[in-house]
């Protein structure tokens, strides 16, 4: 019974070759959550003393983050608790201006948070990024950067790109409704607002994830978060978190993966551990129940436990544009598990995606639909027609340097009728190296490392 059946998973120099295979059985951990590591490095850097932090992501995107702090003064210390997981002990509090240009890598969240606490600091940095980031909107940070009295100089056409200059100090606090659901913007904003010289408002017409003011609040900011008239208000006051000791939870956008590969494959089980639980982040799971997965997050150990329907099949659902930003980062691998549901999903305001690692509305419409799926993307709408029990075709993919795509496609690999490549692998490292090993741990039943 459920004996796993193939899932190879080769790497060719760049591109990863999955074999199909299949079900997903037994338990795994993910990645500390990444949203969650960028912020309490920086609280922890702004802190006056030595804050410990367990199980911080491993990714490349992360690294980037701690290589900036440690680049600005604090001193950080690695160590590995007996369950193989990383502790660090970071001294805090005594920052001051790097030797060099602050890169981020390819991580949006990086630039977009550090901004912010790098305006408020009294010294010039340069944060730059890879290609990738040097195409990003940089206009959502700077402008509301600039509302607080912020010395902030982007680049390119219309100075709203990477590198981004700034002379960090006087700012002032503001009120500032988001344009756009931002996570990001909200905390770049709110960072900047520990160093303004009153309280700072961010005001949101949807929720988004809410890991910058929880931070603050658990590391002794002044925070007031209030919902009136439809609205959600945050205040901040200015200040330095005091030093904390922190256990990052894992993080539900790579759990995500496993979540939706346990709901296309018949007879699977999988325990993933430790799941954060917290506002805006477990849209996906809600959405996945809605298409008659089967899923259980327990309050008590937060583990999230997936099997495979027991109808055996998932159906479509319309993903509404105000779910969205409480699974922003999951439509991807959503747009698999539709591909194998019964009917037409559509994801509606999804437009956002276009401004991610990659053009994700295009990436997915071009690269699902090379895997045979009948997927369409129009302005900020996603379709996908789906067939339950439907086999995609193996074939070869483009990661377009976007992790969520490849992994996206790993999990689209699990049910093609022979084995994928995956061209541009490697962008996986920025939030989940080990995902190819954690597949085949789920693949054989066992215990992930
Ligand atoms: C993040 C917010 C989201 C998300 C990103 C992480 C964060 O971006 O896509 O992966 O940690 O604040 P936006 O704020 O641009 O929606």
Same mark, same amino acid.
């Given at each position: 019974?459920?004996?796993?059946?193939?899932?190879?998973?080769?790497?060719?120099?760049?591109?990863?070759?999955?074999?199909?295979?299949?079900?997903?059985?037994?338990?795994?951990?993910?990645?500390?959550?990444?949203?969650?590591?960028?912020?309490?490095?920086?609280?922890?850097?702004?802190?006056?003393?030595?804050?410990?932090?367990?199980?911080?992501?491993?990714?490349?995107?992360?690294?980037?983050?701690?290589?900036?702090?440690?680049?600005?003064?604090?001193?950080?210390?690695?160590?590995?608790?007996?369950?193989?997981?990383?502790?660090?002990?970071?001294?805090? /509090?005594?920052?001051?201006?790097?030797?060099?240009?602050?890169?981020?890598?390819?991580? /949006?969240?990086?630039?977009?948070?550090?901004?912010?606490?790098?305006?408020?600091?009294?010294?010039?940095?340069?944060?730059?990024?890879?290609?990738?980031?040097?195409?990003? &909107?940089?206009?959502?940070?700077?402008?509301?950067?600039?509302?607080?009295?912020?010395?902030?100089?982007?680049?390119?056409?219309?100075?709203?790109?990477?590198?981004?200059?700034?002379?960090?100090?006087?700012?002032?606090?503001?009120?500032?409704?988001?344009?756009?659901?931002?996570?990001?913007?909200?905390?770049?904003?709110?960072?900047?607002?520990?160093?303004?010289?009153?309280?700072?408002?961010?005001?949101?017409?949807?929720?988004?994830?809410?890991?910058?003011?929880?931070?603050?609040?658990?590391?002794?900011?002044?925070?007031?978060?209030?919902?009136?008239?439809?609205?959600?208000?945050?205040?901040?006051?200015?200040?330095?978190?005091?030093?904390?000791?922190?256990?990052?939870?894992?993080?539900?956008?790579?759990?995500?993966?496993?979540?939706?590969? @346990?709901?296309?494959?018949?007879?699977?089980?999988?325990?993933?551990?430790?799941?954060?639980?917290?506002?805006?982040?477990?849209?996906?799971?809600? $959405?996945?129940?809605?298409?008659?997965?089967?899923?259980?997050?327990?309050?008590?150990?937060?583990?999230?436990?997936?099997?495979?329907?027991?109808?055996?099949?998932?159906?479509?659902?319309? $993903?509404?544009?105000?779910?969205?930003?409480?699974?922003?980062?999951?439509?991807?691998?959503?747009?698999?598990?539709?591909?194998?549901?019964?009917?037409?999903?559509?994801?509606?305001?999804?437009?956002?995606?276009? $401004?991610?690692?990659?053009?994700?509305?295009?990436?997915?419409?071009?690269?699902?639909?090379?895997?045979?799926?009948?997927?369409?993307?129009?302005?900020?709408?996603?379709?996908?027609?789906?067939?339950?029990?439907?086999?995609?075709?193996?074939?070869?993919?483009?990661?377009?340097?976007?992790?969520?795509?490849?992994?996206?496609?790993?999990? @689209?690999?699990?049910?093609?009728?022979? &084995?994928?490549?995956?061209?541009?692998?490697?962008?996986?490292?920025?939030?989940?190296?080990?995902?190819?090993?954690?597949?085949?741990?789920?693949?054989?039943?066992?215990?992930?490392?």
């Amino acid at each position: 019974m459920n004996a796993p059946t193939g899932g190879g998973a080769t790497m060719v120099g760049g591109p990863m070759i999955m074999e199909p295979g299949g079900p997903l059985r037994g338990r795994t951990r993910v990645p500390g959550d990444k949203s969650i590591s960028h912020r309490v490095l920086m609280l922890a850097a702004l802190a006056d003393g030595e804050s410990t932090i367990h199980g911080l992501s491993d990714g490349g995107d992360v690294a980037c983050t701690r290589a900036i702090v440690e680049a600005l003064g604090a001193r950080v210390d690695a160590e590995e608790d007996p369950d193989g997981r990383q502790v660090l002990r970071i001294s805090g /509090g005594r920052l001051g201006p790097a030797q060099s240009d602050l890169d981020v890598g390819n991580s /949006g969240t990086g630039i977009r948070l550090l901004a912010g606490m790098l305006a408020g600091l009294g010294f010039a940095s340069t944060l730059d990024g890879d290609a990738s980031i040097r195409r990003r &909107p940089m206009d959502r940070v700077l402008e509301p950067l600039r509302a607080m009295g912020a010395s902030v100089t982007g680049s390119g056409d219309g100075g709203a790109l990477a590198p981004l200059a700034i002379d960090g100090g006087g700012l002032r606090g503001i009120e500032y409704r988001l344009p756009m659901a931002s996570a990001q913007v909200k905390g770049c904003v709110l960072f900047a607002g520990l160093s303004a010289d009153g309280p700072t408002t961010v005001v949101e017409d949807q929720p988004s994830r809410a890991h910058t003011e929880e931070l603050m609040a658990a590391t002794g900011i002044d925070v007031e978060r209030t919902h009136d008239n439809g609205l959600d208000r945050v205040t901040v006051l200015p200040g330095r978190p005091t030093p904390f000791v922190h256990d990052v939870a894992g993080d539900p956008s790579q759990a995500a993966f496993w979540a939706v590969g @346990a709901s296309i494959l018949p007879g699977s089980e999988v325990v993933i551990e430790n799941v954060y639980a917290g506002p805006a982040r477990s849209g996906f799971a809600a $959405v996945l129940a809605r298409m008659g997965a089967d899923l259980f997050h327990d309050p008590v150990t937060s583990d999230l436990t997936v099997r495979a329907p027991s109808g055996g099949v998932l159906s479509a659902t319309t $993903v509404r544009a105000d779910e969205v930003p409480g699974l922003v980062d999951e439509v991807p691998v959503l747009a698999v598990a539709a591909a194998c549901a019964d009917g037409e999903t559509v994801f509606e305001g999804v437009g956002e995606l276009r $401004v991610k690692e990659s053009d994700r509305l295009a990436t997915v419409e071009s690269e699902l639909g090379r895997m045979g799926v009948d997927v369409r993307a129009e302005g900020d709408r996603l379709m996908v027609r789906g067939r339950a029990g439907s086999q995609l075709r193996g074939t070869s993919v483009d990661a377009h340097n976007d992790h969520r795509i490849a992994m996206a496609c790993a999990v @689209a690999a699990l049910v093609a009728d022979g &084995p994928t490549t995956i061209d541009g692998w490697g962008a996986v490292a920025t939030s989940y190296p080990m995902f190819p090993d954690h597949r085949a741990t789920l693949l054989a039943g066992g215990i992930g490392a």
